[in-house]
């Protein structure tokens, strides 16, 4: 394609910084699931707890659709 070194050697950074986000997306949407687990598990759960942990799903949610 006639790109330089440089170019190419962007291209190839830019790449693996999309590999590194995307994993870090879909690792922390996974790490969300078994704490939503235990708490439906839980009889009676706090109401902080309940929020933070909806508004983590919530931002891995927003992130993954931004992606």
Known sequence: LG???AQQEGG????????CLGTAIYTQ?????PQRAALARAKKVE???????????????FRTSMW
Do not use: C, E, G, K
């Not at 109401?47 to 949610?61: D, G, K, P, Y």
């Open 3 to 5: 790109l330089t070194d």
């Open 47 to 61: 109401s902080i707890t309940a929020h933070a942990v909806a508004f983590l799903a919530l931002a891995a949610l």
């Open 29 to 33: 949407a996974a790490a969300v699931l």
């Open 12 to 19: 190839l950074t830019m790449a693996i910084r999309w590999i």
